[in-house]
């Protein structure tokens, strides 16, 4: 993440509310030690349980950002708000500074989301699908995949 040689690590929490991403910088040292960056959360409401998480060069800068989406799970859902996309901006690509931004607002969460270039514009695409069909989803239960364009390059 900070662009050192070395291997970070990037978590996400799940299966709560008010989850939250971290990266952990790696020391470098033959036995690392990690500390952990939490990244900002600006978005209104408190955050579900995010259930995917992806790194990708979605801004095309040349740094890894972060990506992840609530799921659909009514008993842990965000609170004041439906499910939402979220990709946090490496702003100075050595992880000092994240911006988080919410890519898609449109009450549909995620799973197990995958990136890949899908329609072969040469950029990481975003496509995820349900959960678990149930009727108090935010969508009222309907199944969906997901894909998300990235316009961003």
Request: aromatic share 10%; charged share 30%.
């Amino acid at each position: 993440m900070d662009k050192d040689g070395d291997k970070d690590i990037v978590i996400a929490d799940s299966d709560q509310t008010a989850c939250r991403i971290a990266w952990l910088e790696n020391d470098g040292l033959d036995s690392p030690t990690f500390k952990a960056h939490y990244l900002p959360v600006t978005a209104p409401g408190t955050n579900g349980s995010f259930h995917s998480l992806a790194l990708a060069d979605f801004d095309g800068d040349g740094d890894m950002d972060i990506f992840t989406v609530e799921q659909e799970d009514p008993t842990i859902f965000p609170e004041g708000r439906g499910p939402r996309w979220y990709i946090w901006e490496n702003m100075d690509g050595k992880g000092g500074e994240f911006e988080e931004r919410v890519i898609f607002d449109g009450n549909l969460g995620g799973h197990d989301a995958l990136i890949g270039d899908i329609d072969g514009d040469g950029d990481p695409d975003i496509v995820s699908k349900i959960w678990k069909r149930w009727p108090g989803n935010a969508n009222g239960g309907k199944e969906h995949v997901s894909w998300l364009e990235n316009l961003a390059i």
